[in-house]
């Protein structure tokens, strides 16, 4: 068996985790600074307790650093002539020392310490992590917060831009890197699209799904969702079946994504089985996936900085409906999570205005899953009604999106 993956395509972890660390510590020096003023905010706190981190915890620190300790405490402060500082007011830890001042020793009471160091900076306000839209944005405990209420009272005020601005913005080397994550996981894909792999008549939809989890397993890559392997039949409208043999002329579909190097994929797949004597996938299955490029290609044109999430949904829909495509769409943010912060631009099941999250904007330098599906009449398949579901993640930088290298959504004989 060809194997298009291979542990020499996989950088080392110490490798991976000298870029990870490289890649913060220009998040911290450059676009801390930016989030912070452009959000209005003089000083943003991030506390986490060990075992119950707040999700954008893992991003602030550096790769040997995986969890808090008791109480970690991580403060961002620009002063009044702009000058920035990054704090730790948690137990020190000399691998946070090339990233933060540390303000506090084990001796002294540590809400005490947190409460006279913010007073010494005497901030407008401290931002924290408390929101009604965004489970990412919402990190801070209960507890915690009573405690520091205690301390600081009204100064400190609930706020998602900081963390949602923090976790959807890319740097230029973590879109850089977008390609080479994106063909792990592609290769993997392909690997598993084979006749080396699937025997029709035999292989279980089930059996596809294992294969792409032991082979992320074996080469060190996280699944950040078990993948989810469909096919679609002749004669079996509107079923995407799971958990059964794969036949001959069977439509597979994989969607699945993978973590590495602290970014995450998104993408779903189409292949088709060939009949004994094919050589060709049916023509009819062939223009379904161009209309569902074409409507990639309608959400792309839409993609305008300042726009919300819903402003997108709405063109995007109204000119493919116009165009006589049957889309649904339900695009959404990607990055340092799966599903991540931004704007969502509509949700599977509820094809309509998404509140809250659906009304953020859209900015420069973010990542998304292009995900979205279309209908189609298959001649080949007596005019029944195939749904041919895509999604790619790309990048929208300077009033433009980019697929990842050549991996635009294709299907794949098998």
Not at 184 to 192: G, T
Request: aromatic share 10%; charged share 30%.
């Amino acid at each position: 068996m060809k194997l298009l993956c291979k542990e020499k395509d996989i950088r080392t972890i110490r490798e991976q985790y000298k870029i990870r660390d490289e890649i913060l510590k220009d998040r911290l020096e450059t676009l801390m600074p930016e989030i912070l003023k452009e959000c209005g905010v003089d000083m943003w706190l991030v506390a986490s307790r060990e075992y119950n981190e707040d999700p954008v915890f893992k991003t602030l620190v550096p790769s040997l650093v995986k969890f808090a300790s008791r109480l970690s405490c991580l403060v961002f402060y620009i002063d009044k002539d702009g000058n920035f500082e990054a704090i730790n007011l948690g137990r020190p830890d000399p691998r946070l020392s090339p990233y933060y001042t540390h303000m506090y020793t084990t001796q002294e009471n540590q809400y005490e310490v947190i409460a006279r160091v913010i007073r010494e900076k005497n901030p407008s306000k401290v931002a924290v992590n408390v929101s009604p839209n965004c489970a990412q944005a919402d990190g801070l405990s209960k507890f915690v917060w009573d405690k520091l209420y205690e301390q600081l009272g009204d100064i400190l005020v609930p706020d998602e831009n900081l963390a949602i601005r923090w976790l959807e913005t890319r740097t230029k080397r973590e879109m850089e890197l977008y390609p080479e994550i994106y063909r792990i996981s592609m290769d993997i894909l392909r690997e598993a699209y084979s006749r080396d792999v699937i025997t029709p008549g035999v292989t279980t939809t089930t059996d596809v799904e294992f294969y792409i989890m032991q082979r992320m397993n074996d080469l060190g890559v996280r699944a950040w969702f078990a993948p989810d392997v469909d096919v679609q039949r002749k004669g079996c409208e509107g079923k995407r079946m799971s958990g059964v043999v794969i036949e001959e002329g069977d439509l597979i579909h994989t969607d699945w994504g993978i973590e590495y190097m602290g970014l995450h994929t998104d993408s779903q797949r189409l292949g088709y089985i060939l009949r004994e004597g094919e050589t060709e996938i049916p023509a009819g299955l062939l223009e379904g996936l161009k209309i569902g490029n074409r409507f990639q290609d309608i959400v792309r044109e839409n993609y305008v900085e300042g726009k919300t999430g819903n402003e997108i949904f709405f063109a995007a829909m109204e000119q493919a409906q116009a165009e006589g495509i049957r889309p649904m769409l339900y695009t959404h943010p990607i990055g340092y999570y799966g599903h991540g912060a931004g704007p969502l631009i509509g949700l599977y099941g509820a094809q309509g205005f998404v509140p809250g999250i659906g009304e953020r904007k859209l900015y420069t330098d973010t990542c998304y899953a292009l995900e979205l599906n279309i209908q189609h009449r298959v001649p080949e398949w007596d005019n029944q009604d195939v749904a041919f579901y895509i999604e790619e993640t790309i990048t929208y930088t300077g009033g433009k999106t980019y697929f990842n290298d050549d991996y635009r959504e294709v299907m794949i004989k098998i």
